[in-house]
């Protein structure tokens, strides 16, 4: 039997990266809060036998065909 099937995760860190133009903080964290409690079966599942941290990191672009390097740890 692999040791790998017999490892339990006891924390799973969930980096959620957003680009765009006029994202808020609200509306990112409502987003991210549906989709770890709603939408993504992954995460449902996870969370039930896992502690679950969720990071956002927002990329707020001035004007819609700028972007920026990408020097995150997330």
Known sequence: M???RD???MLSIFCNRLRGVGLTQEAVEHVVQLS????CPVVI???R????KTQI???NLENEG???GNNSPC
């Open 57 to 59: 990191e927002i990329e």
């Open 7 to 9: 490892m339990e995760w």
């Open 66 to 68: 700028e972007s920026h």
């Open 2 to 4: 692999s040791l790998e």
């Open 49 to 52: 036998t896992t502690q679950i």
């Open 36 to 39: 770890e409690e709603k939408y």
């Open 45 to 47: 599942m996870i969370g």
